[in-house]
Structure formats: structure tokens, C-alpha cells
């Protein structure tokens, strides 16, 4: 949209009379200065009249004070001259700048896209089902008619069908070798095999693997009453395959019960073997416990003696006596000698141990147990055995 | 007429011996069924306890090794813990 362009009217003041108001103003400006050069000498810097006539019209304009003029003056002269251009607010500017407002609507009826999609709108009708082929097509098959023609022939069609599509007995022909189960049985049966499931995770041997699912056979037939019905059914070929069937599996629960009873025999020996350790450990600790306090006691009640013997010496006689002497002497071999022969000197043995990260084995543990009881005996054999721990154990060479 | 009695006689004797041939397998055949039925289901009750069997003794190991897996770790931290034993790691940190 192109700018608004004033028209200039005849209202409009005229170039003519423009220069006709800076004239007056030139004129009023020129009797302003006659004056003040009549009054004053006016400073030279101020404008003359050779100067550019257009800046008189109304920028830099002399006061009647011959100076420049003050704000207000400034602001007066520009309203002025605003009111000499425009004059008349309350003209109406369509005639001058046309506005159009834009709307919707007009915006769409420009639009082509928007008029090639409505254009057609309630003009034409939506699509009518009961007209349409489809439906001619649909409802004659939909109605139920008794079809008096062809009965039976497609009777004889559909029993054809029937059959071949029964699958009840496809499926049923074909298990009729095999035993139906009840949908109970089946259910009993997985959650067995739930239960089992840890079981069979941990069973990596694919033998053990075939016995736990042997056993859940077992189960199921035991639990099942008709096995009895099933097996006096059954012919006489049959039942001798059924007798040496049943006769491996009694071999294999067999191997396998023994393999258990001697997993189980050792599983309790290892179990023996760890508690008599502990046991044997905590009463070597015990024991030292008991041992340093009695140590102690007896450093105590020695002292107190020896403390007492010294005072009795001093307040019999001098320090530096002949009996006080030997008494000292006496005393300090019994302190030093005189307990050894009831002191255990094997209880305090320290057994070294190398930290692997993992308890340690039976072989280990047996020997351990060995030493401490010796220890606890305090017996002579601490040093062998302690000797052959740490070369065989602990520094294997 | 006495021949022909004779041999119809003759022939029903045949007959009833192999009726009675008949029914003797027959029943012989019927004890060995009855005897297989038995002892298969005596073996299957054999095969029933020896499976209870083996999952009681499962169940057991299963206990042990747990056990024993829970006195390991005891017997580790005793030891470490313990001054009768001293683990050689604090020996040379002492030195």
C-alpha cells in the first residue's frame, strides 16, 4: 500500500504566503534589531540580513530583546506554524489517505486455494449409503430369505466343510496313541515344574537335568489315578517295554541317591571340620585371656612382696647390708626364674596366616586345628607342627 | 452208523481238547499279564520312593552347603579378627 500523499488544497497556504509570513517575521526581526541598535551596540555574531534567508523563516529568529529568544517563544512559534499547516484538525482524511481496512473475509475471498476448496460447498450432496452399489450389493446377502432351491446340496457342502474344518477331531485322531490329560493334570504339571525350576538351573549335568524331569513324571503319575487303569490296559508288549523303562529309571534314582549320600557325607565333614576349629580357636584365646590375667595377679602380688621385703629391709638394717643384698638378689631370680616351670610357653605362639580372599580350605583348616590343640595342651609338638604349616602351607616350595 | 459216530465223536473230542488248549494259553497268557501289571506297578512304587528319596537328600545338601558357605566366612573373619592368628599383610605393614 502506497504512503498517504497530502493533497495540498486551497486552503493550503500558498509558498507565496509563506514567504509573506517570513517577510513579516523578517520584518519584525529587522525592527527588533533597529531597536536594540538604537539601544545597544548588538554583538556582530548575530545574523544580518545578507545572511540565508530561509534560516529567518524559523529557526534561529531575533527577539524583540535583540537576543535570542527564550523557550517559550521557540515553542509558541512552532505551534504557529503547526497550526498554519495543518489548521483544520477535524478534516476527514479519507478524502485525502484513503484507509481500507483488512478483514477476513476479504482476505479469503481473495484467496484461491480457499475458493477452490469451498467453492462446491452446499452445492454438492454428501454421498447416499442406500443409493450406493455396496449397499445394493451388501443387503441381499444380509436379509435372511429361506432358500427353498439347492437345500440340499449345500447341506451337503457345508457338512464337507464341517468336517474339514472340525479341528477337535483332527486334533484328537491324532493323540489317540497318546494318554489325555485333564486340564488340572496340566496345570499341577507346570506348577511343579515352577517350583522345580531353581532346581533344574542349578542341575548343569544334563543327566541330573533328565532326573529331575523323570522325577516330576514320577509325581504325576503317582499322583494320577488312573496310571493303575492305564497300565492294566495296556498289552503284554507293552508292558514288558513299560517293566524295563521302569526298570533304568529305578537304576538311575539309584546312581544318583548314592551320589547325593556321599555329597552329603562330605558336605557334613567339612561342617565338622570348621566347627571344631572355631571351637578349638576360642579356647586358645580364652586360655591366653586367662593366662595374661593370672600373669598379671602374679606380677602384682610379687611386687607388693617385693616393695614389703625392701621396707622391712630399710627398717632393719642399711640398704647396702649383706642380708638385704642377698634378698634383692633372691627375689629378682625368682621373678625371673621362678615361674617357668608352670608358665605355658606354647599358649602365646602366634600363627601366621597369608589373607587369600577366600576362607581356607579343609586341608588348612585341619592342620590349623591340629596346632591350636597342641597349643591348648601346650604340648611339645607346637614346633613341628608349626615348622610344617609354614613350609608345607604358607611357603610351599 | 457206529463209524460215522465214531468220528463225529473223534472230531468233538478234538475240538474240545482245543478248546481246552485254547483256554489253558488263554489263562496262562492272563497270569503273565496280571504278573507284568503287578510288577510293574510294584516298580513304579520303587521308582516313587527312591525320587522322594533323592529330593530329601537335594533338600539336605542344599542346607549343608549353605551352612557351611555361612561358617567359611565366619572362620574368615575370626581369623583376621583373632590374635592367635596373624595374617601376614598387618606383618609387614609393620615393618
Known amino acids: 500500500m502506497a504512503a498517504p500523499i497530502a493533497h495540498f488544497d486551497e486552503d493550503w497556504p500558498t509558498l507565496g504566503a509563506v514567504n509573506m509570513v517570513s517577510d513579516e517575521r523578517l520584518q519584525l526581526a529587522q525592527k527588533g534589531r533597529s531597536a536594540a541598535a538604537a539601544g545597544e551596540a548588538p554583538p556582530q555574531l548575530l545574523l544580518d540580513d545578507d545572511d540565508l534567508p530561509e534560516l529567518h523563516d524559523g529557526g534561529f529568529s531575533m527577539g524583540d530583546s535583540g537576543g535570542f529568544r527564550s523557550m517559550e517563544d521557540l515553542v509558541n512559534d512552532f505551534d504557529e506554524k503547526l497550526s498554519v499547516c495543518f489548521r483544520n484538525f477535524d478534516v476527514e482524511t479519507d478524502s485525502i489517505a484513503p484507509v481500507s481496512e483488512i478483514t477476513e473475509d476479504a482476505l479469503l475471498e481473495k484467496d484461491e486455494i480457499w475458493n477452490a476448496l469451498t467453492s462446491n460447498y452446499g452445492h454438492v450432496m454428501p454421498v447416499d449409503w442406500k443409493q450406493s452399489r455396496t449397499c445394493s450389493l451388501h443387503l441381499p446377502n444380509l436379509e435372511e430369505k429361506p432358500r427353498e432351491a439347492d437345500v440340499v446340496a449345500e447341506l451337503s457342502d457345508d457338512e464337507e466343510l464341517r468336517e474339514q474344518l472340525d479341528m477337535h477331531s483332527i486334533i484328537v485322531s491324532c493323540l489317540a496313541e497318546e494318554p489325555l490329560f485333564t486340564a488340572e493334570q496340566v496345570i499341577e504339571e507346570i506348577e511343579e515344574m515352577m517350583q522345580d525350576s531353581p532346581d533344574m538351573e542349578a542341575a548343569h549335568n544334563p543327566s541330573q537335568s533328565d532326573l529331575s524331569m523323570l522325577s516330576l513324571d514320577v509325581q504325576r503319575s503317582s499322583c494320577n489315578p488312573d496310571y493303575e487303569e492305564r497300565v492294566r490296559s495296556l498289552s503284554v508288549a507293552e508292558l514288558n517295554e513299560r517293566l524295563e523303562e521302569t526298570e533304568t529309571n529305578i537304576r538311575r534314582f539309584s546312581e544318583e541317591l548314592v551320589q547325593q549320600l556321599a555329597l552329603r557325607d562330605e558336605l557334613d565333614f567339612e561342617k565338622e571340620v570348621k566347627n571344631s576349629f572355631i571351637s578349638a580357636l576360642i579356647d586358645v584365646q580364652n586360655r591366653q585371656k586367662e593366662h595374661r590375667e593370672s600373669l598379671k595377679k602374679k606380677k602384682k602380688l610379687k611386687g607388693g612382696a617385693g616393695t614389703s621385703q625392701s621396707l622391712a629391709e630399710k627398717t632393719l638394717g642399711s640398704r647396702f647390708s649383706m642380708e638385704g643384698l642377698s634378698s634383692v638378689i633372691q627375689n629378682s631370680f625368682r621373678q625371673t626364674f621362678g615361674s617357668g616351670c608352670s608358665e605355658r610357653q606354647y599358649l602365646t605362639t602366634v600363627i601366621p596366616y597369608e589373607k587369600k580372599g577366600h576362607p581356607p580350605s579343609i586341608e588348612d583348616l585341619q592342620i590349623l586345628t591340629k596346632i591350636l590343640q597342641a597349643m591348648r595342651d601346650d604340648s611339645d609338638k607346637v614346633p613341628s607342627l608349626l615348622t610344617d604349616y609354614i613350609l608345607k602351607v604358607l611357603c610351599p616350595t | ?95
Open chain 2, 1 to 95: 452208523m457206529n463209524t460215522e459216530i465214531d468220528i463225529t465223536y473223534e472230531y468233538y473230542n478234538n475240538d474240545n481238547n482245543n478248546y481246552l488248549i485254547c483256554e489253558l494259553e488263554n489263562q496262562a497268557e492272563l497270569e503273565e499279564e496280571t504278573r507284568l501289571i503287578n510288577q510293574v506297578l510294584e516298580l513304579q512304587h520303587t521308582v516313587e520312593d527312591l525320587s522322594a528319596r533323592v529330593d530329601a537328600i537335594k533338600e539336605e545338601n542344599l542346607k549343608l552347603k549353605s551352612e557351611n558357605q555361612i561358617l567359611g566366612q565366619y572362620i574368615e573373619n575370626l581369623m583376621l579378627v583373632s590374635s592367635v592368628v596373624q595374617t601376614t599383610d598387618s606383618k609387614s605393614k609393620r615393618k
